[in-house]
């Protein structure tokens, strides 16, 4: 086999490995032990998640959650008059994963961080959600979900991993 042959045919298993790895990687968000998730959210009224009430609009989630995010209690942490601000606080996810069958709550601490131009507009910002308690098919869950704000669109990215017990 000449050396050009050699490299089609290593090139061509490689590739063959990566795409059946990734296809383990893609596991069903059902499947207990560690889960990727990523999507979007946006801010909607109470009429689209009436659950409860929430200190901001309830963000509506897209993605690998489907539900509702609320904010049960929050407290302003920084702010300078150059726009950083900072807030923590916590808050609840009431939906399923996206195969409509994983379903319950979660509950997560969170840290806001951003920067606000003068007029008041976001600039950037960003969260972290470490997981801290679950309840139905959420019981017990640990992980974290990162948001990061898209100020140009008012989405909610987000992205993040969790187990299952």
Not at 70 to 90: H, I, K, P
Not at 146 to 157: A, C, M, P
Request: proline share 5%; net charge negative.
């Amino acid at each position: 086999m000449s050396i050009s042959r050699k490299l089609i045919v290593n090139v061509l298993l490689a590739l063959m490995l990566f795409v059946s790895v990734s296809s383990v990687a893609a596991a069903p968000a059902s499947a207990r032990g560690n889960t990727q998730i990523s999507g979007v959210g946006v801010f909607v009224s109470t009429d689209e998640c009436p659950d409860r009430p929430s200190v901001y609009p309830p963000i509506k989630m897209a993605g690998g959650l489907v539900g509702c995010w609320y904010t049960d209690a929050y407290e302003v942490v920084l702010t300078t008059s150059s726009g950083a601000y900072q807030e923590r606080g916590t808050e609840t996810f009431i939906g399923c994963l996206s195969d409509g069958t994983t379903c319950g709550t979660f509950s997560t601490t969170y840290k806001f961080t951003a920067r606000y131009a003068p007029d008041g507009s976001e600039l950037h910002g960003h969260c972290e959600h470490p997981l801290v308690s679950g309840t139905g098919d959420f019981a017990g869950i640990t992980g974290q979900v990162n948001f990061k704000d898209d100020v140009q669109t008012g989405e909610f990215l987000y992205e993040g991993h969790f187990q299952l017990p």
